[in-house]
């Protein structure tokens, strides 16, 4: 049995598709299972929101962070549920355990980053919150 679907990921070509096409991905699996079944990919804050309206699971892909220093800020805007996608073709900052461990300030409670699991291109691993505050 298949637990979850990922939703317009870059295997799919989901970040040259627009917000609405997305959304419109989003209803119409909606239709045919339910929420907690499915992640999606979000490339831009749109997604995000529509994600969230819908009661959908977030994978965030970290894009156009320049430097080390901006992705904790990126990170601590994000619903404490989402998982964060990291790779290379989208940012020159990746998710790597060093910035995993980084503290941030967030605005669910204390300083920590709110996520479950990153994929890390670089390390080519999932690597869940236990192990990032195991590595800290």
Known sequence: MIDRF????????????????RAAIL???????????????????QDLIRAEHRGIR?????SGLDNQHQAPHFLAHLPTDAYVYSHPRYTRTVLD??????????????????????WVYRDVATIALGEIRSNR
Request: one cysteine or more; aromatic letters at 4%.
């Open 6 to 21: 990922i939703l317009s990921g870059s295997t799919t070509r989901g970040d040259s598709l627009s917000s609405v096409q």
């Open 58 to 62: 977030p994978i965030v892909v970290m």
């Open 97 to 118: 355990t060093t910035l995993a461990g980084t503290e941030v300030d967030n605005r669910n409670g204390p300083a920590s980053l709110s996520y479950n699991a990153a």
């Open 27 to 45: 209803d119409v699996w909606a239709d045919v299972t339910q929420p907690s079944r499915l992640l999606t990919c979000c490339w831009c804050h």
